[in-house]
């Protein structure tokens, strides 16, 4: 974001995306039901296996902070 600061000069705002409280973004979300289609889940056991795992009642409150370990532990088939 830019701002007009003193002078007309233009200023750099920088936002901060980093919050790991920030649930995931819809890109990230079919990502993650993507990956999970890889491995033998469909919608219903992915969704079961977030509640049960990391205590996520639906995709969309899935966070930034967590997205990383819950996408790895997919891959590593750590789903049981």
Request: aromatic share 8%; hydrophobic share 30%.
């Amino acid at each position: 974001i830019e701002d007009m600061g003193f002078n007309n000069t233009v200023k750099s705002m920088e936002i901060d995306n980093t919050d790991p409280s920030t649930p995931i973004s819809q890109a990230q979300r079919k990502r993650l039901f993507a990956i999970a289609k890889t491995y033998g889940m469909g919608s219903v056991e992915l969704k079961s296996w977030l509640k049960e795992k990391f205590d996520f009642d639906s995709t969309n409150n899935v966070t930034q902070k967590l997205y990383d370990e819950i996408i790895a532990e997919l891959q590593k088939g750590e789903t049981k």
